[in-house]
């Protein structure tokens, strides 16, 4: 049982989308918010979704690497906090322009920064969220998902470059 002031935890792997929900396509990125390639391409994909009109929608997956990123883990935890209070992606752009600065510390302050309640950011309280950051990550160990970020393109895995060129040419392919 869950106390009333405390969201409700999801898996959902559809819980994290930027764009419209029913967007006829669907691109899924596996990222690391320490990682410096998945910050790279996250205005590329934000764009491409807010371009599209309506076409396409993003979905975020959690995929830390925690054995070269050792804040990763609990800036994923963060952002699944943050996002029970719907401000998952407020939250990761933050952590995406400070990743020089995700300590626990830190991450109290981009709580305050957001109109959160910091203590439900780190900590214990940020531990229930550890559930849907494993979901998405054995479902990126399912995919073989070898780094971060990786996308999925309406179930097929994407090898290009991620840039807004590269991947609107993907997403306009009939």
Do not use: K, N
Not at 72 to 97: D, K, S, T, V
């Amino acid at each position: 049982m869950t106390s009333p002031d405390l969201p409700e935890v999801s898996t959902d792997p559809d819980r994290h989308v930027l764009g419209a929900p029913g967007a006829p396509v669907t691109i899924v990125e596996y990222g690391d918010l320490e990682c410096p390639h998945s910050r790279d391409a996250e205005p590329v994909l934000r764009r491409l979704v807010e371009e599209s009109g309506g076409r396409v929608r993003l979905v975020w997956r959690h995929f830390p690497l925690f054995q070269v990123h050792p804040h990763a883990l609990a800036a994923a935890l963060a952002a699944e906090a943050a996002g029970a209070h719907g401000q998952f992606w407020p939250m990761q752009q933050l952590l995406f322009a400070h990743q020089d600065a995700l300590t626990d510390d830190d991450l109290v302050g981009y709580a305050r920064e957001l109109g959160l309640d910091p203590e439900q950011i780190v900590g214990a309280p940020a531990d229930r969220y550890a559930r849907s950051v494993q979901t998405d990550y054995e479902s990126g160990i399912e995919l073989d998902v070898p780094g971060t970020p990786t996308l999925v393109v309406d179930g097929v895995p994407y090898q290009g470059r991620i840039t807004l060129e590269d991947l609107r040419a993907v997403v306009d392919t009939p």
